[in-house]
């Protein structure tokens, strides 16, 4: 299992350019989650999906949107990228059972916005 | 958000010594978990905690439940250099939909 992977690990866009982040997760997950990690603080989240078909905002979503496409994967777009988005991206994954609210994550995604 | 306060925000360790941080917040929490993360990586979770005053190990890191349940600690013993990194703790609370997370406790181990 190679657990959760995203794509890509590196990218640097203009002020005003789009792209998606893209993720996915091979653990058979129901939930899948978006976070940012900037500097001196913890992680942040930007959008969570509960399952297939849902999506809804977490604490910083302000710029971003997500798409459920399947189980399997979760993407994150940037319709147009502000200098405030830099930052690191974070994916998780995580199977909420009783009491199961441990949460798996990517090897994430370094963005910056000149 | 709901602030989890973590300390210390660095150590410096010699190898061998034991370490000790802790992470506090003013609200309950139902779930704790304990992520070290190396650099250039993701978080990688280290514990999981459900049940106030629960203790867990896991090889040499031991993790508390706080019987208030707003804090929980996380130990380790004999430290190697490759204990060096970032450990974040994390929270989640009943009805919420997400994990809230520390600002992390930067670990440095000197050989």
């Known amino acids: 299992n190679a657990g959760v992977t995203q794509t890509p690990k590196f990218q640097v866009l203009k002020t005003g350019q789009s792209m998606t982040l893209q993720c996915a997760q091979d653990m058979n997950h129901n939930s899948m989650y978006w976070y940012r990690q900037d500097p001196g603080m913890g992680l942040r989240l930007i959008y969570y999906s509960a399952s297939e078909g849902t999506t809804d905002k977490g604490e910083v979503p302000n710029g971003y949107n997500v798409s459920r496409l399947n189980k399997r994967e979760f993407s994150l777009r940037l319709e147009s990228a502000a200098p405030s988005q830099t930052s690191v991206y974070f994916c998780?994954?995580?199977?909420?059972?009783?009491?199961?609210?441990?949460?798996?994550f990517g090897p994430g995604t370094r963005l910056t916005v000149l | 958000g709901q602030q989890l306060n973590q300390s210390p925000q660095s150590m410096f360790i010699q190898e061998g010594e034991d370490v000790s941080m802790n992470c506090t917040s003013s609200s309950i929490f139902n779930t704790w978990l304990w992520y070290k993360q190396e650099p250039g990586e993701g978080p990688v979770l280290l514990i999981a905690l459900y049940k106030a005053g629960e203790l867990t190990s896991n090889g040499r890191l031991t993790a508390q439940f706080g019987i208030t349940r707003k804090d929980s600690f996380l130990n380790i013993s004999a430290s190697i250099p490759s204990d060096v990194g970032i450990y974040f703790c994390a929270g989640f609370q009943t009805g919420a939909n997400n994990l809230f997370f520390g600002t992390g406790t930067r670990l440095t181990v000197i050989p």
């Open positions: 998780a994954s995580s199977a909420p059972i009783a009491g199961d609210n441990e949460q798996f």
